[in-house]
T-cell receptor, first 109, second 114 residues
Framework: GQNIDQPTEMTATEGAIVQINCTYQ??????LFWYQQHAGEAPTFLSYNVLDGLEEKGRFSSFLSRSKGYSYLLLKELQMKDSASYLC??????????WGAGTKLIIKP | DGGITQSPKYLFRKEGQNVTLSCEQN?????MYWYRQDPGQGLRLIYYSQIVNDFQKGDIAEGYSVSREKKESFPLTVTSAQKNPTAFYLC?????????????FGAGSRLTVL
């Protein structure tokens, strides 16, 4: 079957670093996406990885290992506004997106 | 500014009623999607459309219907046949369906069945 696993909830401190992991199993692979979703709002695109390695975008970085079926989203210098759910989604060979249930990140002062 | 507009934001429905959720985009995107979001679950695809006058069923199409008469518009009707319609519904669009298929989402419509 196809599935995505990510932790349900994580807590971190303002100013710290947090890593949100995602493992995936899909029929073929055409890339992995991370989206941010604040409560009751629309998800917004953060990153896309299709090749192995680390992609850095300001305070946010995303890593992919295709051989391990593994990705992580790294958030640095955490701010209170980073409190949100982070959705991991893998695209299979039919260009279908398989979504994880999301990781709720709680930032404490 | 370009974007996706969903309406209404909140909707209450009595059992046995059909309701239609509106989705309009001015991004000139070809592909449009409807997702359902339930607590503790990943987004589930209801229907998608890659071109005007054509649409495909997603993973959970039963009890739902759509139309794509205009490129900008992709309304979703939740029919009385949908057994558990209370959920948060998200409309999205993308340039195409393949490749680095970045989705732009609307703000969502929350449907509650009384």
């Amino acid at each position: 079957g196809q599935n995505i696993d990510q932790p349900t909830e994580m807590t971190a401190t303002e100013g710290a670093i947090v890593q949100i992991n995602c493992t995936y199993q899909t029929s073929g692979f055409n890339g992995l996406f991370w989206y941010q979703q604040h409560a009751g709002e629309a998800p917004t695109f953060l990153s896309y990885n299709v090749l192995d390695g680390l992609e850095e975008k300001g305070r946010f970085s995303s890593f992919l290992s295709r051989s391990k079926g593994y990705s992580y989203l790294l958030l640095k210098e955490l701010q209170m506004k980073d409190s949100a759910s982070y959705l991991c989604a893998a695209m299979n060979s039919n260009y279908q997106l398989i979504w994880g249930a999301g990781t709720k990140l709680i930032i404490k002062p | 500014d370009g974007g996706i507009t969903q309406s209404p934001k909140y909707l209450f429905r009595k059992e046995g009623q059909n309701v239609t959720l509106s989705c309009e985009q001015n991004l000139n995107h070809d592909a449009m999607y409807w997702y359902r979001q339930d607590p503790g679950q990943g987004l589930r695809l209801i229907y998608y459309s890659q071109i005007v006058n054509d649409f495909q069923k997603g993973d959970i199409a039963e009890g739902y219907s759509v139309s794509r008469e205009k490129k900008e518009s992709f309304p979703l009707t939740v029919t009385s046949a949908q057994k558990n319609p209370t959920a948060f519904y998200l409309c999205a669009s993308s340039v195409g369906r393949t490749g680095a298929n970045v989705l732009t989402f609307g703000a969502g419509s929350r449907l509650t069945v009384l």
